[in-house]
């Protein structure tokens, strides 16, 4: 099983639309999770952290589940400049270590 | 402005010869990183650094050397570049406090093509 797995998409779906992404890890000591965005090729910005009580900034939403080691982002009503690539990243040593394992991205396209 | 600077942006060169991709940020950040961006294998972890004159290796760090003399800076060095080296290069820094590693602030890039 690979660490960090991603389903590559694409999602291609209407404005306004709820759409999730989920990103499985493959350690379970892992600590540290978040979700980043990337436009075509340029860098990966930070969309959000995601805590063990899952959190929620705007239209975005993520979740953490342990038992099944993924973490999951909700987008809700989807606007066209949410198109982009979803990374997710999973630091298996916790916050201490620096040894980060991204996953491959799920691209989304948000229709008009 | 706080900011990761990365130069150059685009770099075309010849298997073999030296070459230097430099990296500085001024957040006085102590977690520094390099990954590789290639189509169909996401981004890679090439080597990073905890603090000044520490670092470690990612998963791909083969044909590649890192230094961090300054905190501010950690150059990305490629001895002899070879053809699979061409590769879209990130570079990244971080804050290292509680569960901060992570909260990554990125460069813009470095498109590198060995010929």
């Known amino acids: 099983r690979k660490e960090v797995e991603q389903d590559p998409g694409p999602f291609n779906v209407p404005e306004g639309a709820t759409v999730a992404f989920n990103c499985t890890y493959s350690n379970s000591a892992s600590q540290s999770f978040f979700w980043y965005r990337q436009d075509c090729r340029k860098e990966p910005k930070l969309l959000m952290s995601?805590?063990?009580s899952g959190n929620e900034d705007g239209r975005f939403t993520a979740q953490l589940n342990r038992a099944s080691q993924y973490i999951s982002l909700l987008i809700r009503d989807s606007k066209l400049s949410d198109s982009a690539t979803y990374l997710c990243v999973v630091n298996p040593s916790g916050g201490s270590q620096g040894n980060l394992i991204f996953g491959k991205g799920t691209k989304l396209s948000v229709k008009p | 402005e706080a900011q990761v600077t990365q130069n150059p942006r685009y770099l075309i060169t010849v298997t073999g010869k030296k070459l230097t991709v430099t990296c500085s940020q001024n957040?006085?950040?102590?977690?520094m990183s390099w990954y590789r961006q290639d189509p169909g294998l996401g981004l890679r972890q090439i080597y990073y650094?905890?603090?000044?004159?520490?670092?470690d290796k990612g998963d791909v760090p083969e044909g590649y050397k890192v230094s961090r003399k300054e905190k501010r800076n950690f150059p990305l060095i490629l001895e002899s570049p070879s053809p699979n080296q061409t590769s879209l290069y990130f570079c990244?820094?971080?804050?290292?406090?509680?569960?901060?590693?992570?909260?990554?602030?990125f460069g813009s890039g470095t498109q590198l093509s060995v010929l």
């Open positions: 990244a820094s971080s804050l290292i406090t509680g569960k901060a590693v992570g909260k990554l602030f």
């Open positions: 995601v805590y063990s």
């Open positions: 650094s905890m603090n000044v004159e520490v670092t």
């Open positions: 957040m006085n950040h102590e977690y």
